[in-house]
């Protein structure tokens, strides 16, 4: 994976807290001064106007679903006043906080969507081995995207983590990144950060869980940065898959495992991707 896309990937994780420019450059295995250059060449904007946006543009989201305290959006955002808030705001979109809030919709302002990151390098992957895991309750959260329109995961991972290892009912340090068909809309699916549980009570708010059943897995190991994750799908779906004289199982589609060997901080380790078979 490129240094740029290693960038974008601790940012697109990490922008709703304080991050360093020393931070991102480290994630990305440059100096800050190199990174500021080429993050400028590639992708036409500064790393400080790209940060500014994803976080106003989440504070647009919010304001136009009806948050009703724009102190609170801007505290939320990283601002310490309204005032502050709104110059900012007024800046990035030619419109007010309260107009946004007001008129309940986006359809007149640009935001700042994830730039999308750069996933062609090829991974060499060592062959499988061969699981049956249990039934497994998994509780987390779950957005759905396009095929090939995946760079707004990390920040769904950003969301979950603020609840990983305080979920009620959680068992053991494990993540998993479960991704299903979606049935209700062509060429989208369904991803979810999750950790298993013992029941579904008392979930947090906007948590959703998907039940997996007794089940054979292929099991692959992911090594490197994580932003090239969809490239060693892409190797076993498309190459190892239909090479193996095995089908694919009913559902998920793919479970991302992670555990102690994975740094969610620095997007770098080892993550193990479950492949559901029929037995």
């Known amino acids: 994976m490129s240094a740029i896309g290693r960038a974008i990937w601790f940012i697109e994780s990490h922008f709703a807290s304080?991050?360093?420019?020393?931070?991102?450059?480290?994630?990305?295995?440059?100096?800050?001064?190199?990174?500021?250059?080429?993050?400028?060449?590639?992708?036409?904007?500064?790393?400080?106007?790209?940060?500014?946006?994803?976080?106003?543009?989440?504070?647009?989201?919010?304001?136009?679903?009806?948050?009703?305290?724009?102190?609170?959006v801007a505290l939320d955002a990283g601002y310490g006043s309204h005032e502050a808030f709104t110059r900012a705001f007024r800046e990035q979109f030619g419109v007010t906080p309260e107009t946004v809030r007001k008129q309940g919709h986006l359809s007149n302002i640009e935001l700042t969507e994830p730039i999308r990151m750069d996933d062609t390098h090829l991974l060499k992957l060592d062959p499988p081995r061969f699981e049956d895991s249990p039934p497994l309750l998994l509780a987390g959260l779950a957005e759905t995207y396009a095929y090939?329109?995946?760079?707004?995961?990390?920040?769904l991972w950003q969301r979950f983590n603020n609840h990983f290892g305080n979920i009620p009912g959680q068992k053991g340090n494990v993540a998993y990144g479960v991704c299903s068909q979606n049935d209700g809309e062509a060429g989208t699916f369904r991803y979810m950060a999750a950790a298993e549980v013992g029941d579904a009570g008392a979930l947090p708010v906007g948590f959703e869980t998907i039940k997996l059943p007794k089940q054979r897995y292929a099991v692959f190991l992911h090594r490197g940065h994580i932003s090239s994750i969809a490239t060693t799908a892409h190797h076993i779906f498309g190459t190892w898959l239909p090479a193996s004289g095995l089908q694919h199982g009913d559902t998920p589609d793919l479970i991302e495992r992670y555990d102690d060997r994975f740094d969610p901080h620095s997007g770098m380790g080892v993550v193990e991707m479950w492949i559901p078979i029929q037995a």
Request: charged share 20%; net charge positive.
């Open 18 to 72: 304080d991050i360093s420019l020393e931070e991102i450059a480290e994630a990305a295995g440059l100096s800050r001064f190199h990174l500021s250059r080429v993050f400028g060449l590639v992708t036409g904007r500064s790393i400080s106007v790209y940060i500014r946006g994803r976080r106003l543009s989440g504070a647009a989201r919010s304001l136009a679903d009806g948050s009703s305290s724009i102190l609170a």
């Open 148 to 155: 090939g329109r995946t760079e707004g995961i990390p920040s």
